[in-house]
């Protein structure tokens, strides 16, 4: 997992994985883009992504609304 590298801050456990992007527009595809370079790390390294466990939470400043 120490080869797994990305351009946004990021936690690594021994077998959980943890990447924050922030920004200030909620259109943006950053964190799909992120999610695609876990799967392609995954599948290059023989891995299996639980699809059932991976999550994106989003929280946002009450006094800025954006559509989603």
């Known amino acids: 997992i120490n080869d797994l590298v990305f351009d946004t801050p990021y936690v690594k456990y021994a077998d959980d994985l943890s990447v924050v992007t922030i920004s200030t527009n909620p259109q943006t595809n950053e ?29 946002h400043n009450r006094g800025k609304r954006h559509k989603l």
Not at 32 to 53: F, G
């Open 31 to 59: 964190m799909q883009s992120v999610a695609d370079n876990i799967l392609e790390w995954s599948t290059s390294n023989h891995m299996i992504l639980n699809k059932s466990k991976t999550k994106e939470i989003v929280f």
